[in-house]
C-alpha cells in the first residue's frame, strides 16, 4: 500500500460506529476479505428515468465494479442527483450547483478513497466535475456516450439540431404534422446523449481534454460493446489512481484549462461550456478570464466537421479516431505534459492516435473555419462579456446594424412573437431581457429566440438574437448570449427599448446599443429590479448566491476558499 487510505478511519475505530460500519457493510453481504486493506471505490451514478440520455447507466456501472473488483478495490455504488434536459423545469442549469453539492458532499461524508462518476446529459458532466473538484479525492469522469445517429426517410440526422430545422420548416409549412410525428419516433435512436457536438458531447469532450476521463470516453457511441470496455478499464484504473494518490488538483492545471479551450474552439463546441469551464476553475482556486477563451480561438481553427457546425455525427467521429486523433492534430497548440486519470500525460496517451477520416476530423491546412468555434464580445451592450458561436453564426451578418424589438421576459416572447401586430423586419434585432441567472431565474436556453412564424414563410432563416439566457448546444444561428450584467441585474440589456439601434461587429469582437448616454441615464434612474421569484427553499439559496455568467452562473460560497483560509 503506498499510501494510508481515506477510508481506514471510518473502519479502524475503537468507537461503536467502527463496529457498526463494519456491521453494514456484512448487511449488504460484504464480509472484511472484500474491503480489508483494499480502496473503497464510489461509482456516483446519475442513472435515471427521468433523464433518458442517462437510462443506461446502470450496466456501464456494473462494469465499472468489475474493474475496481479486478483492480484489488471495492466498489460500492452510489446515486447522485439527475438533471434531465428535457424534463426539468424551469431549467436544469438552476440546479447544476446542487448536483455538484451532493456530489462533493456524497464524497467527502463517506469512506470513499477514489471516485468513478457516471453523467452524459448536459449539466450532469460539470456538476460531476465542479462535486469532484471541490472534493478533491482522486476521480475519474466516465460519460455515457452519444447516441447513435439518427435515419430518417434516406437523410442522416442529429439531435436535437435537426430537430429545430425541421421545427422551423414545420412552421413554414414545407412538412405535414404526420411527418412531424414520424420524425419524432426516429431522432432519438438509441439510449446515450444527443449525438450532435451540444453540450453533452462537447462537456465529454472536455472531460477527456482536462485529463480527468481515459482516451476516448467522448466519442465511443452509448451501445457500443467498447464503452462497457471502457467503463471496466476506468474501475481498473481509478484504484490505481487512489494509490498513486492523484487527485483532480493535480490534473485540471491551468494547462490543462488552455487545453480544454482550445479542444472546445476546434470542436466548435457549446456555449455552455464557457460557463462551465468558468465554474470549474474557480473551485480550482484560479479565475477564468473571458478574455483568454477570445485569445486562444484567434490561434484554434475548428477542426472537427460535427453539427451543429458541421456535417457528421458523433459517431462519425468515433469511427475517425474520436477525441485523440483531435488532440494529436491539435498537438502543436496543446500543453502535452498535462497529467491525466492514465498517470500518465497528455501526450503520452495520444502518441498512437491515429485519424481514419480527414473530412471529419480535418487538419490545419484544412480546417471547417480559420479561427475558434467562439467569439467574446464586449461593447456598452455587454460590459462583462457576451458570446457568440461564430462557427454557427451566418456569415453576413457577423456585421450587422439593426432596429432592436424587444421582449421583455421568455412569456412576454413567446405570447407577441407571432402576434400579427408585431411590427418586425427580417433586418431587425430580436432582443430578450430578462432570462438570465436571476431573471429568468436560473438562465435557461431561451437564447435561440424562434424566428416569427410569418417571417420562416417568407424564407427568412436566421435574424441577430441577443440575450442574457444560454443557447443549447445543438442550436445554431447568429445568436448572442450571456450578455453580462444580465437585465435583472441592471445591466445594459436591462435599459434596450423597440426601436433603439444595435450594433453587432463580430471581427471587431463588440456589440453596442447606439443610444446617447444622457437617455440612457433617464431610463437607467425609472429602472426597477424585478420582484425575486422565490421565498424559500433552493429556489431562494439561488437567487441570493448565484454569480453572473462571466464568473460561471457558481454559488459564492462554493469557489475555492482563498489559500491559507
Ligand atoms: Fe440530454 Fe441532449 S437532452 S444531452
Request: net charge negative; glycine share 20%.
Given at each position: 500500500m503506498k499510501r494510508t487510505l481515506r477510508s481506514r478511519s471510518w473502519f479502524e475505530t475503537p468507537e461503536l460506529y467502527g463496529w457498526l460500519r463494519r456491521a453494514a457493510l456484512r448487511s449488504e453481504g460484504l464480509t472484511e476479505a472484500a474491503y480489508e486493506g483494499k480502496p473503497i471505490i464510489g461509482i456516483g451514478n446519475s442513472w435515471s428515468e427521468l433523464t433518458h440520455c442517462n437510462a443506461h447507466l446502470r450496466p456501464l456501472a456494473e462494469a465499472v465494479k468489475r474493474g475496481v473488483w479486478q483492480a484489488g478495490g471495492c466498489p460500492l455504488e452510489f446515486p447522485v442527483l439527475s438533471l434531465g434536459e428535457f424534463n426539468m423545469k424551469p431549467t436544469t442549469m438552476l440546479f447544476r450547483n446542487l448536483m455538484s453539492m451532493d456530489v462533493e458532499e456524497t464524497i467527502r461524508a463517506n469512506p470513499l478513497d477514489g471516485v468513478v462518476l457516471l453523467c452524459g446529459c448536459d449539466k450532469t458532466t460539470p456538476a460531476m466535475l465542479m462535486g469532484a473538484a471541490s472534493a478533491d479525492v482522486p476521480a475519474i469522469i466516465l460519460t455515457g456516450g452519444p447516441q447513435l445517429s439518427a435515419h430518417w426517410r434516406g437523410e442522416t440526422l442529429g439531435s436535437c439540431t435537426d430537430c429545430r430545422r425541421y421545427q422551423m420548416e414545420l412552421l413554414a409549412g414545407r412538412i405535414t404534422s404526420e411527418d412531424w410525428h414520424d420524425l419524432q419516433g426516429a431522432i432519438i435512436r438509441s439510449p446515450g446523449h444527443c449525438m450532435v457536438m451540444g453540450t453533452a458531447s462537447t462537456m465529454a469532450c472536455l472531460a477527456e481534454a482536462l485529463g480527468m476521463a481515459l482516451p476516448h470516453t467522448a466519442a465511443i457511441p452509448a451501445v457500443d460493446s467498447r464503452r462497457l470496455q471502457l467503463a471496466e478499464e476506468a474501475g481498473r484504473q481509478i484504484v490505481e489512481l487512489t494509490l498513486q494518490d492523484i487527485r483532480p488538483s493535480r490534473i485540471m492545471t491551468r494547462p490543462a484549462f488552455d487545453n480544454a479551450i482550445r479542444v472546445l474552439h476546434a470542436l466548435g463546441g457549446s456555449t455552455n461550456a464557457v460557463i462551465h469551464l468558468v465554474a470549474l476553475a474557480g473551485r480550482l482556486g484560479f479565475d477564468l478570464p473571458l478574455d483568454r477563451f477570445d485569445e486562444l480561438a484567434r490561434s484554434t481553427p475548428v477542426l472537427l466537421d460535427v453539427k451543429p457546425v458541421g456535417r457528421h455525427l458523433m459517431e462519425d467521429f468515433f469511427y475517425a479516431g474520436g477525441l485523440p486523433a483531435l488532440l494529436q492534430e491539435l498537438a502543436p497548440l496543446l500543453h502535452l505534459d498535462a497529467m491525466t486519470v492514465t498517470g500518465r500525460t497528455l501526450g503520452e496517451n495520444i502518441a498512437a492516435a491515429k485519424r481514419y477520416d480527414a473530412e471529419v476530423i480535418r487538419s490545419f491546412d484544412n480546417?471547417?473555419?480559420?479561427?475558434?468555434g467562439l467569439a467574446v464580445l464586449r461593447g456598452s451592450l455587454c460590459p462583462r462579456g457576451a458570446i457568440l458561436k461564430t462557427a454557427a453564426a451566418s456569415p453576413e451578418l457577423l456585421r450587422h446594424r439593426g432596429r432592436a424589438v424587444v421582449f421583455s421576459s421568455v412569456d412576454e416572447m413567446q405570447r407577441r412573437l407571432d402576434d400579427p401586430d408585431l411590427n418586425i423586419e427580417p433586418g431587425d434585432v430580436l432582443v430578450l431581457q430578462n432570462a438570465g441567472p436571476l431573471g429568468a431565474p436560473g438562465m435557461?436556453?431561451?437564447?435561440?429566440l424562434p424566428l416569427p412564424t410569418r417571417l420562416l414563410r417568407q424564407g427568412v432563416r436566421d435574424m441577430v438574437r441577443i440575450s442574457d439566457a444560454r443557447m443549447s448546444g445543438t442550436a445554431f444561428g447568429t445568436v448572442v448570449v450571456h450578455v453580462c450584467p444580465e437585465a435583472a441585474a441592471g445591466?445594459?440589456?436591462?435599459l434596450v427599448r423597440t426601436g433603439d439601434v444595435i450594433e453587432l461587429d463580430v471581427p471587431n469582437r463588440r456589440l453596442d446599443l447606439l443610444v446617447d448616454e444622457a437617455e440612457l441615464a433617464r431610463r437607467r434612474s425609472a429602472w426597477k429590479p424585478p420582484p425575486p421569484p422565490y421565498h424559500r427553499g433552493y429556489g431562494w439559496l439561488f437567487q441570493k448566491h448565484v454569480l453572473q455568467a462571466d464568473q460561471g452562473c457558481d454559488f459564492d460560497f462554493l469557489r475555492a476558499a482563498p489559500p491559507g483560509s
Open positions: 480546417p471547417v473555419c480559420n479561427e475558434g435557461p436556453e431561451a437564447g435561440f445591466g445594459p440589456l436591462a
